[in-house]
């Protein structure tokens, strides 16, 4: 039967000792330094060396050593417990206890071993900032911070997974955010429960509204300019330590078709842009289907010529349009995954190599036709145009299930797929707010940052009367 380990810190420096060893049995990672300023061990110091900083911890080691100056560690918060000592050494703290005192200090030396802000690999802009964030929440705080400067600006403190002891924090503006939505987050983030917590994506899954659902309801960003933009429209921002990933709520569905730089560029391009990125949307969604409705059920609505070209082409194809197209989009998804998993030294290049190689062998085989090809690439390049990965997914998914019924029963089988599409939009809600707003239900403001983008002139003046 293992010895129980007491729940506070006791007098005895050996008592102290052997709970910490039993605590931190088999981690080899965790230090225990005795300082021995006499014949016996008067000071124990426990860390651990990789997360701790070597410069302040000898800072300290030479003041109790050389200079006997113990009244430098009254600067240090006190702990009676193991617990919360525990806590903090494995969050990068040093524990310090002195032989005769009933509690230890515990020093702030945390020093972690992070990569530099670098721009943002998934949200490049062309003009705008250039900074990402990080791994380190403290960085991405102050990130935010030095957009923000404001005392309005609050940061809420929160600690997740029962295993992992993860911080994040909960940012929003005070005056702006509404208070029903603050609750309301605060609410979910108290309700769930997870044994470990490693990425914003734990969270963003036990929060969102309906988590069957194909489209994101959480906006999620590596940008501190796209976080400080949202808490500045009253939305909330949660961030989690260990995580480059911010998560913004409540998400519209426009939100996903926002680049950053739509606000730094001039709004006429703006505008023409966003609409050109609605039509790719539809076009990576729906080309496949269509194509394959009009040629299976409806090629009188297809132009004389087109038509025989296609025909020709199809001559001794032993699949129907629908299988040949499934084939060829399962394996355009294929060579997409197998580029985003594969090193970059070579991803890219197997993705090229593999669709030439692959759908040229294919056309000249005779397995499919030609245009089949066109129109799988036409849909990649198009699934491409979206600034927002998580809103790219569900339109990337959804293409199958509308080019099955394309191939079943024509336009009208496609007809009845948006509209279940249209009909799941619309009763969708993220914390409260409708997904589609303010298109539906439609608002005053609707033309001015969704389909297109307004003047910031006449937009300032507009929120100015409000």
């Not at 609410?187 to 963003?204: V, W």
């Amino acid at each position: 039967m293992e010895p129980s380990i007491p729940v506070d810190v006791s007098e005895s420096m050996n008592i102290n000792h052997d709970a910490l060893q039993a605590i931190f049995h088999n981690c080899a990672d965790v230090v225990f330094r005795p300082l021995k300023l006499s014949d016996h061990a008067n000071i124990l110091l426990v860390y651990i060396e990789e997360l701790t900083d070597s410069n302040k911890l000898e800072q300290i080691i030479s003041a109790c050593m050389i200079s006997r100056d113990f009244d430098r560690l009254a600067q240090y918060k006190i702990a009676i417990h193991f617990s919360e000592i525990v806590a903090k050494v494995l969050k990068g703290s040093t524990a310090i206890f002195l032989d005769g005192k009933p509690f230890a200090y515990v020093a702030e030396l945390a020093a972690f071993k992070q990569r530099a802000i670098n721009e943002p690999s998934n949200e490049a802009s062309i003009r705008g900032p250039r900074e990402g964030f990080t791994e380190d929440l403290k960085t991405n705080l102050s990130l935010i911070r030095r957009i923000i400067s404001n005392s309005k600006l609050k940061f809420e403190n929160h600690q997740a997974g029962e295993l992992t002891n993860t911080s994040f924090v909960v940012a929003y503006i005070e005056d702006k955010v509404k208070p029903e939505l603050l609750q309301e987050v605060r609410a979910r983030l108290q309700s769930f429960h997870t044994n470990q917590l490693l990425d914003s994506g734990y969270i963003e899954e036990f929060i969102e509204d309906k988590s069957l659902s194909l489209f994101p309801q959480i906006q999620n960003t590596e940008r501190p300019d796209t976080v400080s933009a949202g808490l500045l429209a009253g939305r909330v921002a949660i961030i989690v330590d260990g995580s480059p990933n911010a998560l913004v709520l409540p998400m519209t569905f426009w939100a996903g078709f926002q680049a950053a730089e739509d606000h730094y560029e001039r709004f006429l391009y703006v505008s023409a842009v966003r609409l050109i990125r609605f039509l790719l949307a539809l076009m990576s969604c729906l080309l496949p289907s269509i194509y394959v409705a009009l040629t299976t059920f409806h090629p009188q609505m297809i132009p004389l010529a087109l038509m025989l070209s296609i025909s020709a082409s199809r001559e001794g194809i032993p699949f129907p349009t629908v299988i040949e197209t499934l084939l060829m989009e399962l394996m355009f998804e294929g060579l997409r995954e197998a580029g985003l998993r594969l090193p970059k030294a070579i991803g890219s290049a197997v993705s090229i190599v593999g669709a030439l190689v692959i759908g040229e062998a294919a056309v000249q085989a005779g397995f499919i036709s030609a245009p089949i090809v066109m129109i799988v690439a036409g849909t990649g390049i198009a699934s491409f145009a979206f600034p927002s990965y998580s809103l790219a997914l569900p339109f990337r998914i959804l293409r199958f299930p509308l080019l099955v019924a394309g191939g079943v029963l024509g336009l009208y089988g496609v007809a009845i797929g948006i509209m279940f599409i249209m009909i799941h939009l619309v009763t969708l809600k993220s914390f409260g707010m409708p997904y589609l707003k303010p298109a539906a239900p439609i608002g005053r403001n609707f033309w001015k940052d969704t389909l297109m983008r307004m003047n910031k002139r006449y937009i300032s003046a507009a929120q100015r009367k409000q």
